[in-house]
């Protein structure tokens, strides 16, 4: 299963990425998906078991995501949105 991260900008996927990389968190930059309504043409994707450090790293570097999924190789289901994301991954929890 993989994660799948959607953001307002490409600024901030590219953001995004830097903050993974320097936390050596594999990841790659995809096409955001035809299924994902997105202000952005492109996401970021890396393997679900990467959440909690993705969490950590983007909390730290004070990036929001749009939005994350899980995506099974079939559907997509929305996990975290704007408002929610750093409330559910506060530093405390890691």
């Keep these: 299963m993989q994660l799948i991260f959607t953001f307002e900008s490409t600024r901030k996927v590219l953001s995004a990425q830097q903050a993974f990389d320097k936390n050596q968190i594999e990841c790659a930059i995809i096409p955001t998906p035809r299924e994902i309504s997105s202000n952005c043409g492109i996401a970021i994707t890396t393997n679900m078991e990467n959440e909690k450090r993705c969490a950590k790293a983007l909390y730290t570097e004070l990036i929001t995501p749009e939005m994350v999924r899980y995506f099974d190789g079939i559907v ?19």
């Design 76 to 94: 997509y289901t929305s996990i975290h949105c704007r408002c929610s994301f750093h409330e559910k991954n506060s530093l405390k929890n890691h």
